[in-house]
């Protein structure tokens, strides 16, 4: 995705999740991919505490619905599994 290098896409993306959240609900599941995305670009801001934390929401998202997938759980415990844990300075 040429739109997670833009300059603003950080903010546009957490802009955007704020709307989502007023308009839908903070526990729809339609904010899921959206905050996997929020993830991706904390890490490439070197923000792994942050993007963590915003994997670990989608993931309560996801369980939280009935009849969810184990596989989508899976995919996300997995990613938050690869992201590096923050050293003390």
């Known amino acids: 995705m040429k739109e ?5 896409a950080y903010s546009l993306l957490q802009e955007s999740l704020v709307r989502l959240e007023q308009a839908a609900g903070a526990q729809d599941p339609y904010l ?3 905050l996997v995305e929020l993830a991706r670009l904390h890490v490439q801001h070197d923000a792994p505490e942050a993007a963590r934390r915003v994997l670990q929401r989608a993931i ?3 369980q939280a ?3 969810h997938e184990q596989q989508q759980v899976d995919a996300l ?3 938050l599994s690869e ?3 923050q050293q003390a300075a």
Do not use: T, W
């Open 32 to 34: 899921v991919p959206q």
């Open 65 to 67: 619905q009935p009849g």
């Open 83 to 85: 992201i590096p844990v």
């Open 77 to 79: 415990n997995e990613m």
């Open 4 to 8: 997670r290098n833009h300059s603003d």
């Open 60 to 62: 309560d998202i996801v």
